[in-house]
C-alpha cells in the first residue's frame, strides 16, 4: 500500500501562508499526472475537495489554495490563511488500489 | 445539483450487522464509481472500497474484504454498504464519496452516517 505522510499539526498567524505537505512512500504519478488530491475537513462534516491531480483547484474553491508537486512530494499552501480555514486537512493518493490518505495535518492559529 | 443523501445513524450489538444506503440525485452512478470511507473518532480518513454500479465490479482494502460488502441499485441511484459481524472498533462515521466532475476523483460527499456498535 502506498503510505501518505503528513505533518500533524501546522500553527500559523492569519494573513500569513500555511504550507502543508505530504509524501508518498512510492511515486503517484502516471506519465506526468500526479493523482494526488486534497482534501479539507471541517469538524463534524464530510471532506471536501479542494485540489485535484496535485495542482487542480476544485470548482467553488478560493484562489488562496493552491497545490503543487509531482512524485512523492506534494504540497497543499493556503496564502493568506483565513478563520474559516480552520480544519483538518488530507492528502490522498488514487495510483493505485488500495486509495489511501494521509493522516491529516490540523491547521490552528498562533 | 448533486446530491448524496446517506441514511440515518445506526446502533448495533456485537456480532450483528447493518447495512448503509447512499441515495444520489442528480447525477447517474451508472456514470462513476462509489466509494466508502470511514473515520473513527477522533481518527483521520480511511479507504474502504469502491463498487462500479454500471457492472457491480468491486475493490476492497485488504482489512475490509470480509467485514463490507457493497452493493449498488442503479433503478433507484442508490449504493448500499453493509457491515458484518460488527465490533466497538467499527464505531465511525461512514462516509459515501464519488466522482462527478474531475473524472473518479471524490469530489461529491454524503453527510456520513454513525454507527455505534454497543451491546
Known amino acids: 500500500d502506498i503510505v501518505l505522510t503528513q505533518s500533524p499539526v501546522l500553527a500559523v498567524s492569519l494573513g500569513q501562508r500555511a504550507t502543508i505537505s505530504c509524501r508518498a512512500s512510492?511515486?503517484?504519478?502516471?506519465?506526468?499526472?500526479?493523482?494526488m488530491h486534497w482534501y479539507q475537513q471541517k469538524p463534524g462534516q464530510q471532506p471536501k475537495l479542494l485540489i485535484y491531480r496535485a495542482s487542480n483547484l476544485a470548482s467553488g474553491i478560493p484562489a488562496r489554495f493552491s497545490g503543487s508537486g509531482s512524485g512523492t512530494d506534494f504540497t497543499l499552501t493556503i496564502d493568506p490563511v483565513q478563520a474559516d480555514d480552520i480544519a483538518a486537512y488530507y492528502c490522498?493518493?488514487?495510483?493505485?488500489?488500495?486509495?489511501?490518505f494521509g493522516s491529516g495535518t490540523k491547521l490552528e492559529i498562533k | 445539483e448533486v446530491q448524496l443523501q446517506q441514511s440515518g445513524a445506526e446502533l448495533g450489538k456485537p456480532g450483528t450487522s447493518v447495512k448503509l444506503s447512499c441515495k444520489v440525485s442528480g447525477y447517474n452512478i451508472r456514470n462513476t464509481y462509489m466509494h466508502w470511507v470511514n473515520q473513527r473518532p477522533g481518527k483521520g480518513l480511511e479507504w474502504i472500497g469502491r463498487i462500479d454500479p454500471a457492472n457491480g465490479n468491486t475493490i476492497y482494502a485488504e482489512k475490509f474484504k470480509s467485514k463490507a460488502t457493497l452493493t449498488a441499485d442503479t433503478s433507484s441511484n442508490t449504493a448500499y454498504m453493509q457491515l458484518s459481524q460488527l465490533k466497538s472498533d467499527d464505531t465511525a462515521i461512514y462516509f459515501c464519496?464519488?466522482?462527478?466532475?474531475?473524472?473518479?476523483?471524490?469530489?461529491?460527499w454524503g453527510q456520513g452516517a454513525s454507527v455505534t456498535v454497543s451491546s
Open positions: 490522498q493518493q488514487s495510483r493505485e488500489s488500495p486509495l489511501t
Open positions: 464519496a464519488m466522482g462527478v466532475y474531475y473524472g473518479y476523483v471524490m469530489d461529491a
Open positions: 512510492q511515486s503517484v504519478s502516471i506519465s506526468s499526472i500526479n493523482l
